[in-house]
């Protein structure tokens, strides 16, 4: 799944089935999104959720991604706070007040 949007194409998400690796299937996608992207003006493409360093758990992801010989730029991440009762409590009655009644 691809977004272009503001100057940036956006790589969402994809699957492939490991017995159809052998065609790369990924690359020929990913490169005919690149080039239409380029046909469009479009000067960024974010293939969205890339790490700088190889993760060991993504290893296949890295390279993959690290294959079309990009520009690592890194954006403040964002991160889960798991609430306790009296958060969650808190965080609902925020909701409620600034957005009233929802059904």
């Not at 890339?50 to 403040?76: C, S």
Request: glycine content about 12%; overall charge positive; aromatic content about 18%.
């Amino acid at each position: 799944m691809f977004l272009t949007f503001g100057g940036e194409t956006i790589y969402l998400f994809s699957g492939s089935l490991r017995e159809y690796k052998k065609y790369a299937g990924p690359h020929l996608m990913q490169w005919e999104v690149i080039k239409k992207a380029l046909s469009d003006g479009v000067s960024i493409y974010n293939f969205y959720g890339t790490h700088p360093v190889e993760l060991l758990h993504e290893k296949g992801v890295y390279e993959f991604k690290r294959g079309f010989r990009g520009e690592f730029i890194e954006y403040v991440g964002t991160f889960a706070k798991a609430l306790n009762v009296a958060g969650r409590a808190y965080l609902a009655r925020l909701k409620y007040h600034e957005f009233g009644e929802l059904s």
